[in-house]
């Protein structure tokens, strides 16, 4: 069943990401783009579940998690990128289909390597009793989910109030990490990660490189760097600014 699962899980996260950029190219629009991805998460995960042909309490509850995660993160960046009218990221690209097809198909990659846990967890026969494992993964799950979902609301707060035109945040949790939002994404794919490993054996453990794999993406290629060199640009030469990046830990809090 398992091994079905991830090549039906691949097929499908693929066909999903190339129709729709087949649309986006068309219209040259990424205005669905986020959707599409976080809400490949939740249409596998379900979808895996019923592959598995059982429904654990274990699995439910991972469920409900990914299924939690999506809608608010998806529902929020989507609502962001209609404020702003386009999402910068796909500057000079949404009119280039080859190149807009790479960013596609990259989101397909993101979508299936973190979601390997889950696709096991699903697919597993295995049912041992919930233990340490599992709620120490809900627990860390949880915590990252408030991390991320405070530290979006108080970057959108800061933006849209007319004083702040300009300038860049450094109250709340961003006071702590120049990235607390990407800092808590980690921590609720990595809380999975730990309690779907209650069910696995042997090489199915090596799927800890899917909250490895996020981590670096994240961290060294799609996510920080390119923000970083945003901000730079802006305020390298603002001496608040300055401070700000030698007082503020770019991504683990409290980790000069």
């Known amino acids: 069943v398992m091994g079905n699962a991830v090549v039906k899980t691949a097929a499908i996260d693929l066909a999903i990401?190339?129709?729709?950029?087949?649309?986006?190219?068309?219209?040259k629009s990424e205005k669905i783009y986020d959707l599409a991805g976080t809400g490949s998460f939740i249409l596998l995960t379900h979808l895996s579940r019923r592959w598995g042909g059982h429904s654990y309490t274990r699995q439910t509850v991972h469920g409900w998690l990914v299924t939690a995660w999506g809608l608010r993160l998806g529902t929020f960046l989507f609502l962001r990128m209609m404020a702003a009218g386009q999402d910068r990221r796909f500057n000079n690209i949404?009119?280039?289909?080859g190149v807009f097809w790479f960013y596609w198909t990259m989101q397909g990659v993101w979508v299936f390597t973190t979601l390997l846990p889950t696709v096991i967890l699903n697919t597993e026969r295995r049912n041992p009793p919930l233990g340490f494992r599992?709620?120490?993964?809900?627990?860390l799950w949880g915590v990252g989910?408030?991390?991320?979902?405070?530290?979006d609301q108080q970057k959108w707060n800061f933006r849209r109030d007319p004083d702040n035109a300009g300038k860049f945040i450094r109250h709340g949790l961003w006071a702590y990490s120049r990235h607390p939002n990407y800092v808590g994404e980690i921590m609720q794919w990595a809380g999975l990660f730990i309690s779907a490993s209650s069910v696995m054996q042997g090489t199915q453990y090596l799927t800890v490189t899917s909250p490895l794999i996020l981590w670096f993406l994240i961290r060294y290629l799609s996510g920080v760097p390119p923000l970083e060199e945003y901000a730079l640009k802006k305020w390298g030469a603002d001496p608040q600014y300055q401070k700000y990046v030698k007082d503020t830990p770019v991504f683990w809090p409290f980790w000069k």
């Open 94 to 97: 949404r009119d280039r289909p």
């Open 17 to 27: 990401q190339w129709s729709c950029w087949a649309v986006s190219a068309v219209f």
């Open 145 to 151: 989910f408030l991390m991320e979902a405070i530290a």
């Open 134 to 139: 599992d709620y120490l993964g809900w627990a």
